[in-house]
């Protein structure tokens, strides 16, 4: 498997183990939330979205590939349910749930060299009872051509 799908299926195992809040549906293909019932708030899609590579060594021909860095953007698009007088601080605290989640083990199970929140983006598009919070993550991480 390759590297980067290791580090998105690490996000998607971690945010279903957190809590407070406990995200009830958490993958990796993309929801539409007024297809959902109320149990299912708060639900979270992850995807991994644009990367950068960078050779960091030039040994062609060597039989187990040139060391290369990448630096990989995980987006996580949270959907919650509350009312609208709640819906700051329901948004609020999702933020703050995942952000201490993934930054507890920033090396993604030892495949990555570090993992940071670069943007968070909030929304109500939807409808005014649902609120959409888009996290962009930047994980980089290291691997030999042939393993990415």
Same mark, same amino acid.
Do not use: H
């Given at each position: 498997?390759?590297?980067?799908?290791?580090?998105?299926?690490? @996000? *998607?195992? !971690?945010?279903?183990?957190?809590? &407070? /809040? +406990? @995200? *009830?549906? !958490?993958?990796?293909?993309?929801? &539409? /939330? +007024?297809?959902?019932?109320?149990?299912?708030?708060?639900?979270?899609?992850?995807?991994?979205?644009?990367?950068?590579?960078?050779?960091?060594?030039?040994?062609?021909?060597?039989?187990?590939?040139?060391?290369?860095?990448?630096?990989?953007?995980?987006?996580?698009?949270?959907?919650?349910?509350?009312?609208?007088?709640?819906?700051?601080?329901?948004?609020?605290?999702?933020?703050?749930?995942?952000?201490?989640?993934?930054?507890?083990?920033?090396?993604?199970?030892?495949?990555?060299?570090?993992?940071?929140?670069?943007?968070?983006?909030?929304?109500?598009?939807?409808?005014?009872?649902?609120?959409?919070?888009?996290?962009?993550?930047?994980?980089?991480?290291?691997?030999?051509?042939?393993?990415?």
């Amino acid at each position: 498997m390759s590297v980067r799908n290791d580090i998105a299926e690490n @996000f *998607v195992s !971690v945010i279903k183990n957190a809590t &407070d /809040p +406990q @995200f *009830v549906l !958490v993958t990796r293909a993309p929801i &539409d /939330p +007024q297809r959902l019932s109320n149990a299912q708030f708060p639900c979270a899609y992850v995807e991994a979205l644009n990367e950068s590579r960078t050779d960091l060594d030039m040994k062609s021909g060597n039989s187990s590939g040139s060391m290369r860095q990448s630096v990989l953007t995980m987006n996580i698009v949270c959907f919650v349910r509350t009312s609208p007088e709640m819906m700051d601080k329901t948004r609020n605290d999702v933020i703050e749930r995942m952000e201490e989640t993934l930054s507890a083990d920033q090396t993604r199970g030892n495949v990555a060299d570090y993992t940071e929140l670069r943007e968070i983006t909030v929304d109500n598009a939807v409808e005014d009872t649902i609120g959409i919070i888009e996290m962009a993550f930047e994980v980089r991480y290291r691997y030999r051509t042939g393993e990415a």
